[in-house]
């Protein structure tokens, strides 16, 4: 009898993406449980029960699917298997568990991806360290080593730019005594542009795949997308086949966030991420219905939004801790940077700062790119972290 | 040397409209006391403190001024005399106290606008009885008698349409050996249309106005809204500068929602609310900056954010529990409104019904005014509340 609102939603992780998930949950209504190890985690203002516990504690997952309808994550490196087992026994898990698992080891995720037919550079596993050279001869250099489980913001890859650098590209990925099974290599891609789709999946099977959106990374973390990303139409109808196509071949409900190169040969997918984005959150402002949003009527089984933008232009921009920066923080300059047109600014409340860590982002909407772009720079160099 | 962003906001009440403000609040990550005697009130998953206690004990007011850095509050019908008192010793309270006790006394209020110089309907203070049927056979009937306090979704008003009826009018409002004093009586408006604008002041003086927006009551009570009004271009200006009229006239900081009537003969202001207003939900979707998020920025004294739409047409509607309904509860149709383009459901999470309590709304953006307000009303139609 109870209707789809009653759905209890737990989410393992309060960390942005868990608030701001949270924010969407709430704001239709639904019983929110958070599993996040901070006590003072984002997300945790937000919900109506923050589990404290470790992220990996099997008890707590068991914990969580007895209570709560449905789960789901916020980030990928959770334990898979036993969310396996969960769902064996009856628990919804969307992505499910076996989404999460083929897309946890990049190897596999580029294989169904291959298979799928989404385009994707040429990669190679790994049996032996010859077979890096093998393909460094066949491809050229530079090759790109990667580790099939844990990487992310750049973390888990290493370039060889020519055969005397393999050893120590190797070695920076791979702990003493570790299996080169681990790693695998792809062929170096020259790319015009970074960007992703982000593709949401229904329970009733509908897509919704949003506009693709330009990133820009510095020191591999994300630092601002762009939407729309400024390609070609036939670019822009080839990133929302794909959307859909990687959606179909991962078999997933929920939000998808399909990270791309764009190429003078065309698209490439590099990375898939089952769950909401950074490279989305201009969707808050911008769009009929935000990833976060969609990520929660997808996995109640609501039908989706429209993903279309409802503004012409959207710029957002990480507020990242600086790189030698620990510990208590203050806020200093938000007065300046909410003076200027069609700025929003989101602060995720983390108590304290790390080097390089994602504390807030500021989105612009308005009618114009370059515009946008320009007020988004500008409030951005306003944000700045103070020591508390 | 703290920054704005650490400003401690406490807000009096927590239902729907301490929600929404909640939702900003900690957007922009600020700390968050709210105060409201439901232990499952709807903000209570919003904030990061919630003071189960009394809206009218002033232990409690203290206690929060003490703790937070600045107070506002959702609704008007509070201890404004001792806020008062804390603002003397030093507490910042927006809109100021003084505001608020200006705007509760609905006469004192009238009095203002029309010493102001805003547009108000003829109106005029009681000593006796008399004074009621001096008014009719000045104004014709119906008169409108209307109580100084209290009054809100139409109680506190009653109309008499015949000098006969002035008595029966009069009872209803005044308690058994009750002030006459505490009545007024107001010429009947006949108008074309209820609408309203909001206008915030910030804590530098700049005003932002909203574009008028049209009203339809049912039972004294908003049913929905719709933004823009679609009145003349004379008459949206007229609205805007009476908008940021008020607000000068009250000296007042945040959110100020101006009821008007639009008659043949122009604007008249009808009421004054000193808070973010049910006619402005559709501002979440449908504008730069939501009502929510600029009495934030008004309040904590951060720059304001364009009231300007993002899409050229909003219509809200309200979901109101059937009048003869009570207890637990259960929402039926949210995937048939939700299937509908363009439309965001907030339910506020209400533990129980009552008889045509605000339960939540449904908000429609889109290109075309009429589209928009014919999928609002099949959306609304959907949603039903069904016994639990």
């Not at 009898?1 to 209890?8: R, Y």
């Not at 590209?169 to 792809?186: D, H, M, R, T």
């Not at 015009?192 to 982000?198: C, F, G, K, R």
Request: glycine share 10%; hydrophobic share 40%.
């Amino acid at each position: 009898l109870a209707g789809i609102l009653d759905t209890k939603i737990g989410i393992i992780g309060g960390g942005q993406l868990g608030k701001m998930m949270a924010q969407d949950t709430k704001k239709m209504g639904f019983h929110l449980t958070v599993l996040d190890p901070e006590a003072n985690c984002p997300a945790h203002s937000l919900c109506d029960r923050h589990v404290v516990a470790d992220l990996y504690e099997r008890r707590t997952y068991r914990e969580m699917a007895e209570t709560c309808d449905v789960l789901t994550y916020e980030f990928e490196h959770i334990d898979a298997e036993y969310l396996l087992t969960l769902e064996n026994e009856g628990c919804r898990v969307y992505p499910t568990a076996k989404n999460l698992i083929n897309i946890q080891d990049k190897l596999t995720q580029k294989r169904m991806l291959q298979e799928g037919g989404a385009p994707v550079p040429e990669f190679t596993p790994l049996d032996k360290k010859n077979d890096i050279f093998a393909a460094g001869e066949k491809w050229g250099y530079p090759v790109m080593l990667k580790t099939r489980r844990g990487g992310y913001d750049g973390k888990g890859n290493a370039a060889a730019e020519r055969p005397e650098q393999v050893e120590e590209a190797l070695n920076s990925l791979l702990p003493e005594g570790g299996n080169i099974n681990e790693i695998f290599v792809e062929k170096w891609v020259q790319y015009d542009m970074e960007a992703s789709v982000l593709a949401c999946r229904g329970l009733d099977g509908a897509i919704a795949v949003y506009p693709l959106a330009k990133n820009l990374h510095e020191d591999s973390i994300l630092r601002s997308t762009a939407a729309p990303a400024g390609v070609s139409p036939l670019i822009a109808e080839n990133s929302r086949r794909i959307g859909e196509m990687v959606t179909e071949i991962f078999g997933g409900i929920g939000m998808f966030c399909i990270e791309m190169f764009v190429t003078k040969d065309g698209l490439l997918v590099n990375e898939v991420a089952p769950r909401p984005h950074n490279s989305g959150h201009y969707t808050i402002e911008a769009c009929y219905t935000s990833q976060f949003e969609n990520h929660v009527r997808a996995v109640t089984g609501l039908p989706l939004g429209s993903p279309h933008m409802k503004t012409a232009a959207a710029v957002m921009t990480n507020i990242i801790s600086p790189p030698f920066f620990s510990g208590a923080y203050r806020v200093s300059g938000a007065e300046k940077a909410l003076g200027l047109q069609g700025v929003t600014l989101h602060m995720y409340g983390k108590q304290t700062a790390r080097p390089k860590r994602k504390m807030g982002h500021i989105t612009v909407v308005g009618n114009d790119l370059n515009e946008v772009r320009k007020t988004a720079e500008e409030a951005a160099s306003y944000i700045t972290l103070v020591k508390d």
